[in-house]
């Protein structure tokens, strides 16, 4: 069953993935409204403009899951994601080591220039600035991005 399958079989859309920053930066913004231990924060990564090498990413996520250096926990990630030679907007989904990027029914209604993929990571010991690098390792034109807004 692909992720779209598994999406209508239980409601869900891409549109709502592509929200899911918005959500977590507000929760972000009001940190009373969750009570979690001090040490799990959650982190978006952006790059907008670019297109992201799908199999790059693919083991850049792996390598982050499956052995991190320095040690992290990686508790749940998702993502929308702008893939290089496809119009189809790209779903990342992942629970702790298991993940699955695949391309959605959804296509983007922006040129390559205008699209923002967004990834966030929820989790213990994340690193933003390593991240976002990381992220911009798998754009082979990483160079023309549009610096991400803080």
Not at 22 to 50: M, N, Q
Not at 51 to 61: Q, S
Request: proline share 7%.
């Amino acid at each position: 069953m692909t992720l779209d399958e598994v999406g209508v079989r239980f409601g869900w859309s891409t549109t709502l993935w592509t929200a899911l920053p918005e959500v977590v930066d507000a929760a972000a913004a009001d940190p009373d409204t969750h009570s979690h231990s001090s040490a799990v924060s959650s982190v978006c990564i952006k790059a907008k403009g670019i297109a992201v090498d799908v199999d790059l990413f693919t083991r850049w996520i792996g390598g982050l899951l499956w052995e991190p250096e320095p040690p992290l926990e990686v508790y749940r990630s998702k993502g929308v994601i702008s893939a290089a030679g496809s119009d189809a907007k790209h779903i990342l989904q992942a629970v702790h080591e298991l993940f699955d990027c695949q391309p959605s029914s959804e296509a983007w209604a922006e040129p390559v220039s205008d699209r923002e993929t967004k990834v966030v990571f929820i989790g213990k010991g994340l690193d933003k600035d390593a991240l976002q690098a990381g992220l911009l390792a798998c754009c082979p034109s990483s160079s023309e991005a549009v610096p991400p807004e803080s």
